[in-house]
């Protein structure tokens, strides 16, 4: 089994200022790492994921996400946030070799940016 | 968005009664998947499915059943509806078999159990 933690429910950030969203997750097994984001009244969607490689993966919208494994974590993080960041982030596991794809997911971190 | 429609979007009930949500997708894929959200809790898997009449329980099951007659279509039921099941659901799909693959999200059906 596999749990994920967000260490923070809510981030307050200034319009250009940068924003770190910190993910954590326990696993007795191999796992993918997955960020998807919510905006205001929509579904998810998936923002970044790490499968395997480099252990920095880029969004096209200039979020980032490291894997770390000795500390278990896949911070989430851009240089300079936009009004239109504004959003929830869930971090998200998947175990590499359970069948059926299925997720599970932190708390979830809202970021409300400021101009 | 992958095709996925939601209905109803908003409903609300009184505890007790029974009520039906229904996903449905335009692009048959084979894995489909309800879960639930809750403020701090942030989504749980509620239901999977892996293909017509074949489905298995995730981590939130208890008082949900789902029923899949058709590839397009998952429907998930509460037999009878408590407060506590008072949340916003989400279908989502699978655009492929193996952990690697991304899942697709419905709009959400917002639930309120009176």
């Known amino acids: 089994a596999q749990s994920v933690t967000q260490l923070d429910s809510q981030v307050p950030v200034f319009e250009e200022a940068p924003v770190e969203l910190r993910c954590n997750y326990s696993?007795?097994?191999?796992?993918?790492l997955f960020w998807y984001v919510q905006y205001p009244n929509q579904g998810l969607q998936l923002l970044l994921k790490?499968?395997?490689?480099?252990?920095l993966v880029e969004s096209i919208n200039g979020f980032e996400a490291e894997f770390n494994k000795s500390q278990t974590s896949f911070h989430l993080r851009k240089p300079s946030v936009h009004i239109s960041d504004t959003a929830e982030y869930f971090c998200?596991?998947?175990?590499?070799?359970?069948?059926?794809?299925?997720?599970?997911f932190g708390g979830g971190t809202r970021v409300l940016v400021k101009p | 968005d992958a095709g996925i429609t939601q209905s109803p979007r908003h409903k609300v009930t009184e505890t007790g009664t029974p009520v039906t949500l229904r996903c449905h997708q335009t692009?048959?894929?084979?894995?489909m998947y309800w879960y639930r959200q809750d403020p701090g809790h942030g989504l749980r898997l509620i239901h999977y499915?892996?293909?017509?009449?074949?489905?298995d329980k995730g981590e939130v099951s208890d008082g949900y059943s789902v029923s899949r007659s058709k590839t397009e279509d998952f429907l998930l039921t509460l037999e009878s509806a408590t407060s506590s099941q008072t949340s916003v659901y989400f279908c989502?799909?699978?655009?492929?078999?193996?952990?690697?693959?991304?899942?697709?999200f419905g709009p959400g059906t917002r639930l309120t159990v009176l």
């Open positions: 998200a596991v998947s175990d590499h070799k359970a069948a059926g794809n299925k997720l599970t």
């Open positions: 790490y499968l395997s490689g480099s252990t």
């Open positions: 499915s892996y293909g017509v009449k074949d489905t």
């Open positions: 989502a799909i699978s655009v492929g078999m193996t952990s690697t693959d991304t899942q697709y």
């Open positions: 692009e048959n894929h084979r894995y």
């Open positions: 696993s007795s097994v191999s796992v993918y």
